[in-house]
């Protein structure tokens, strides 16, 4: 491909379009080197090891949180932080620089950050595909970044090198990430710029630290051969889902280029496979090639086809999968099959994403319907039953491309057919995949119609034609306008699969080779030729881009600038969107070195080098000649007037987080300081997703946890900081960590908005008029020369309404624009699922082409406005269990609150014997907004236990049996007073209205006689799921909520409680009569215990005495005689006295007894 066109004849026309550059642009370019300098934002990435090196940048491969960051949050004792909580920190920063043309970008930088310039920098993560697994929602988090100075070593004495750092956010289920950069509007303007920062899932780390490619080999030499005059091909991938491009097309070497920054950088890797070619009498192969034909990348997963093989690879992405699914090598798929050829699908639906392999051979007519769900691919042979050649009733035909239509479920195949009796022909077919049903939509004429000079014609049947034959090659659908375009030397164009418009300003002696979709109202047309050509949506005239003059001319400008993006011979790889912008991969050759670059086309620009150059006139007055040109646009100004708040129509969740700040006379962080910021954003991401439960907080809002118990020592704090006391240096400013809830609108409709059920989004457009000639009234010259129309792709579900209100003394007119929803166009959905594509088309009647406007970004395309819309619930909704309403009402209707013993705050308890009153409320994350739930509902009992270790599920049987007012089997937990039952009079329907639960606890069900664990009454959990599915409508969210319930005081059942009153009596009659008998039998009992009590103390003593005697004995054994008998008389007689007493006292007792 060559930047030139042919060269033209007349020098004349080349002096008037040179003039007429001069007068178009210079007041432009006066106006630019006045107030802008030419600026540009520079991101890298560097981690934690590449703070503050120079030209250090690494790649995203890392997905684990960091824990050495809580080590610095250790020495901040006295911070506004939970010292329990552990900190955690992203594996990498965001570096940001800026330069200027012509300056160092080191004393730029410097210069900047003694200005007062601070890089905002906004981090979007995109939703992702999976929403079984991860929720959906549109979260972003703005960060003001903080100076750091490099390591290098300088003369200067405060600061040589620095740069701006902020964190690297990750959020689980996300693995692209949108960085914005904006200026904090203080320093030299800069204008803001996009970043595109990947997680790579096909780069892993050695053990040396260095970084390799798990899908082959990086090659470091772009050979000329791989790019110079091979074609170009077109870069497939899912929409906004996918982290890493590949592009094949490389002749004769089993390469790709693999990208993780839209192009910004790329990598050519040899690919590990086999390359086992197979040719069979099923699968005849001509030649055999290395070139990669077919590359496709999905959000984790990237397709190749070589020849007729087929392989796969799933990228190892531990933020998708939660665990490591990565592949070791790449994957053969199909292996028992011919594959002629993949087929992309753009947007993925259903938690997964899909792609589709044409085969050849003995599955002639068939499609194998490829499915990715969480890294897992899966194939399924379709149609079912029989082949398509048999379900549209011919012998022979062939598959040659095929779409999926997700809303639909079903494909749209372009079919061959060869008849033997005529000519071939092709249809276009119809697939259900849920019906296994085939239909003929469409029969493409066999040749190219008349238009007979006309700009499109309808095709009717009735028309004449040419005898170029019709050659379709291709399909392009766009969900969102519906709009459908059959290609090959010819361009059709439809909007329901059967009505098609010729477009005739493709000239049929070209072919189209693949056509390049914004989605946003944009189509690029590549042909075999290499030419590019250009539609707009709600246009039918084509636009050559290239090669055409205005081509000529802006690169005649581009190389008069020196531009390094424009050589003498290049050769275009690919073409693709990116933001709503064309891009081009081009290899340039200049001075014999070849490289690859990423560059705008300037598609508006080029529209308005061509229109004025075929628009002028040059008119003599007097001695020389004078340049006029004639403006087809029909207003000069055309503005965006009374644009809502966005947030509630985009679900666009935005926190705002800035740097902590530090003790430092000149502002700089440190290594430490930083790891505060990593870890302060990290946890105020981690409020965010734990933010999701059944209880609503008092305040709605997830940071409120966070600051709730510190709040009051803020001004302490603040002291510290101001008096440079603050541990480690930093002071951490807890109004600066927050979710934003009231973004203002901008001057231009929103990227996409959501409608739920019954909403509307209205919004105005100001246009003044192009000097009206006065012919009739002026209120009539107005509005005849400026027309608004909406056109809607789907108007049986929406609708527009346009107002105007003529402005005649400024001839202008006001047209106020309102967009509703139908109410009946989908069912009710969980937040942010099955959301139903379609959108508005806001036009100015007459604008299309013609009118631009000048920015600081260069013209830009006006009176054309495209605006996606998604029906259904809209992300960022969910109900709640309103607990702090719920428990005041409770206790003001039961006149009493009873907790359970062990309070849990978190769980508060309701008696059993009291109403049950629950409050529910609706909870808008996006906007902030929360407020009573009033539609209807219906509770059900799911599951339960008489603890949180034993809760268990039920079965669907089990449940209509606790809670349906048909149950006959007493087994019934709750009731109601309520009379509102479902349509089948299965379940009861409930609203904040209810007379309140009743807890009944029957004989079968599972919470009947709980016995107590201790002492204290029983207690049950139970698990009550709340959806207003098919009971509410008054929107479309399903919504459901799942929570636990603590019930205490449950009563035992009768017979339970009756043997406990048996035993308790038992119990109590036997202690009565134990104590009767023993006040009875007391005194006995004591005089017999004085008995034995005196009888061992007799033997006791008599015992002492004896051996005390025998002592006494042994001692004196050798005295006289007399006086031992006097000793033995003594004795004696002491015993004897000792045995009379004895025989009184046993006469005494014998006495008394006989008395008694």
Same mark, same amino acid.
């Given at each position: ?16 379009? !040179? ?58 004792? +006295? ?29 730029? *930088? ?149 990208? +993780? ?139 040659? !491309? ?29 697939? +259900? ?18 238009? #007979? ?166 008119? #003599? ?68 997703? /734990? ?135 989908? @069912? ?37 406005? *495209? ?31 009873? +907790? ?57 049987? @089990? ?14 937990? !709750? ?126 003593? !008599? ?39 004895? /025989?009184? @006292? ?11």
């Amino acid at each position: 491909m060559s930047p030139a066109g042919p060269e033209w004849p007349r020098l004349r026309v080349l002096q008037a379009l !040179w003039a007429l550059l001069v007068v178009l642009l210079a007041p432009w370019r006066l106006w630019a080197i006045k107030n802008t300098q030419e600026c540009t934002w520079q991101v890298v990435l560097n981690n934690f090891e590449t703070v503050g090196k120079k030209d250090a940048s690494d790649r995203f491969v890392d997905q684990e949180p960091l824990y050495t960051v809580d080590k610095v949050f250790s020495l901040l004792v +006295d911070a506004p932080i939970d010292p329990d909580e552990t900190y955690l920190g992203f594996p990498y920063y965001l570096k940001i620089n800026y330069s200027c043309k012509g300056e160092s970008s080191e004393a730029l *930088v410097r210069k900047g950050h003694l200005t007062g310039l601070k890089p905002v920098v906004l981090v979007t993560f995109q939703s992702p595909v999976n929403f079984h697994r991860w929720k959906i929602e549109q979260l972003q988090i703005q960060m003001e970044a903080a100076p750091f100075r490099s390591r290098e070593r300088c003369n200067a004495e405060e600061v040589c090198l620095m740069s701006w750092y902020t964190p690297m956010p990750i959020k689980n289920g996300s693995v692209v990430m949108r960085v914005d950069v904006s200026s904090n509007g203080l320093g030299p303007f800069i204008p803001n710029k996009r970043f595109q920062v990947n997680i790579n899932g096909f780069l892993e780390r050695q053990r040396d630290t260095t970084l390799q490619f798990t899908v082959g080999n990086e090659l470091f030499n772009l050979i000329p051969r791989y790019f110079v005059n091979v074609p170009s091909r077109p870069l497939w991938y899912t929409v906004d889902q996918t982290p890493v491009f590949i592009l094949g097309g490389i002749p004769e070497e089993k390469a790709i280029l693999l990208t +993780d920054t839209n192009f910004k950088d790329f990598f050519l890797v040899e690919l590990s496979i086999d390359s086992c070619w197979v040719g069979s009498f099923y699968c005849p192969q001509t030649s055999f090639t290395a070139t990669i034909f077919d590359a496709i990348a999905t959000e984790s997963t990237l397709f190749i086809r070589q020849n007729q093989l087929v392989y796969y690879f799933t990228g190892t992405y531990t933020t998708l999968h939660e665990s490591n699914r990565g592949s070791e090598r790449w994957v053969r798929v199909l292996a028992n099959e011919c594959i002629k050829k993949l087929c992309p699908v753009h947007f993925h639906s259903n938690g997964s994403e899909y792609v589709m392999a044409l085969t050849t051979g003995k599955h002639e007519g068939y499609v194998h319907f490829g499915t990715i769900t969480d890294g897992r691919v899966s194939f399924e042979l379709l149609p079912r039953q029989r082949s398509v050649c048999n379900g549209i009733l011919v012998v022979n035909c062939s598959i040659t !491309w095929a779409v999926f239509i997700a809303g639909d479920y079903n494909l749209l195949l372009l079919v061959e057919i060869e008849d033997p009796s005529t000519r071939k022909y092709f249809q276009v077919v119809s697939y +259900d995949l849920v019906s296994d049903y085939l239909v003929v939509l469409y029969t493409i004429p066999e040749f190219i119609p008349d238009a #007979r000079g006309l700009e499109f014609l309808m095709i009717l049947g009735t028309e004449s034609y040419t005898n170029f034959p019709m050659v379709p090659k291709g399909m392009s659908y766009n969900p969102y306008n519906n709009l459908l375009f059959i290609w090959g030397n010819f361009l059709l164009q439809g909007y329901n699969s059967e009505n098609f418009i010729y477009l005739a300003d493709f000239p049929k002696e070209l072919s189209i080779k693949y056509l390049v979709n914004s989605f946003y109202g944009d189509t690029a047309i590549v042909t075999e030729t290499e030419e590019i050509w250009y539609l707009l949506e709600g246009s039918y005239q084509v636009y050559k881009l290239f090669p055409s003059k205005g081509w000529e001319v802006h690169v005649s400008l581009q190389m008069m600038q020196q531009s390094s993006l424009y050589a003498p011979n290049e050769t275009m790889v690919t073409l693709f969107y990116e933001d709503n912008k064309l891009y081009q991969l081009v290899y340039l050759i200049d001075n014999q070195q070849g490289r690859l670059v990423k560059r705008l086309v300037p598609v508006e620009q080029l529209l308005m080098y061509q229109q004025i150059s075929n628009d002028y006139l040059l008119e #003599r007055q007097g001695s020389h000649l004078t340049l006029s040109f004639t403006n087809f646009c029909p207003f000069t100004v055309m503005r965006l007037r009374d644009l809502p708040n966005p947030q509630i129509y985009t679900r666009q969740e935005r926190y705002r987080a800035q740097p902590p700040r530090v003790l430092e006379p000149w502002g700089f962080h440190s290594e430490n300081s930083l790891a505060v910021y990593q870890g302060l954003v990290y946890y105020l991401l981690w409020l965010h997703s /734990k933010y999701d439960k059944p209880y609503a907080d008092p305040v709605h809002d997830p940071t409120w946890r966070w600051w709730k118990n510190k709040k009051q020592d803020q001004d302490y704090y603040f002291y510290l900081a101001s008096n440079w006391r603050s541990a480690g240096s930093v002071h951490v400013d807890m109004a600066s960590y927050e979710k934003i809830y009231d973004l203002k609108a901008e001057n231009e409709l929103p990227e996409r908005i959501f409608l739920d059920k019954g909403t509307s989004y209205r919004f105005s457009v100001f246009l003044t008029a192009r000097e009206p000639e006065p012919v009739h009234g002026a209120s009539f010259q107005v509005q005849s020369q400026v027309g608004l129309a909406v056109v809607l792709a789907d108007p049986g579900c929406i609708e527009a309404v346009v107002k105007e209100k003529v402005l005649v003394n400024r001839n202008s007119v006001l047209f106020w624009v309102t967009l509703s929803d139908k109410r009946f166009c989908f @069912d009710q959905g969980i937040s942010g699922h099955h959301l139903m594509k379609t959108s508005m088309l806001v036009k100015v009647v007459g604008s299309s082409g013609h009118c631009f406007q000048n920015t600081h970004q260069g013209p830009r395309m006006q009176g054309n406005l *495209v605006v996606p819309v998604l029906i259904g619930c809209p992300p960022g909704k969910r109900l709640a269990f309103d607990i702090t309403y719920t428990l005041e009402y409770n206790r003001l209707q039961n006149k009493r609150y009873f +907790d359970c013993v062990h309070v849990d705050p978190e769980m508060p308890c309701f008696l059993f014997r009291d109403v049950f009153y629950p409050f529910f409320l609706i909870q808008d994350l996006v906007t902030g907004d929360s407020g009573s739930f009033q539609g209807s509902y219906v509770l059900k009992v799911v599951g339960g236990g008489p603890t949180l270790d034993t809760i268990k599920e039920y079965s669907e049987e @089990d449940i209509y049996r606790f809670n349906s007012p048909l149950d006959k089997t007493d087994s019934l937990i !709750w009731t109601t007073r309520n009379t509102t039952t479902t349509e089948d009079s299965a379940f009861n329907i409930l609203s904040h209205n209810s007379l309140g639960i009743e807890w009944l606890c029957l004989e079968n069900s599972p919470c009947h006689d709980t016995i107590p664990h201790s002492i204290f009454a029983s207690e049950f959990f139970f698990k009550v799921l709340v959806s207003n599915r098919g009971v509410d409508k008054s929107t479309y969210c399903d919504y459901q909520l799942t929570f636990l319930l603590h019930i205490h005081g449950l009563p035992l059942s009768a017979r339970r409680a009756f043997l406990i009153l048996m035993v308790s009596a038992s119990l109590f009659v036997g202690l009565v009569i134990l104590y009767i008998i023993s006040c009875l039998l007391s005194p006995y009992v004591v005089k017999v215990c004085n008995v034995l009590c005196w009888k061992i103390n007799n033997i006791i003593a !008599w015992e002492s005495y004896t051996y005390s005697t025998a002592s006494d004995t042994r001692a004196f054994s050798n005295t006289s005689g007399t006086k031992s008998g006097e000793s033995s008389g003594g004795i004696s007689r002491v015993f004897s006295k000792v045995a009379e007493e004895n /025989k009184t @006292d046993t006469k005494e007792t014998l006495r008394k007894k006989s008395i008694s």
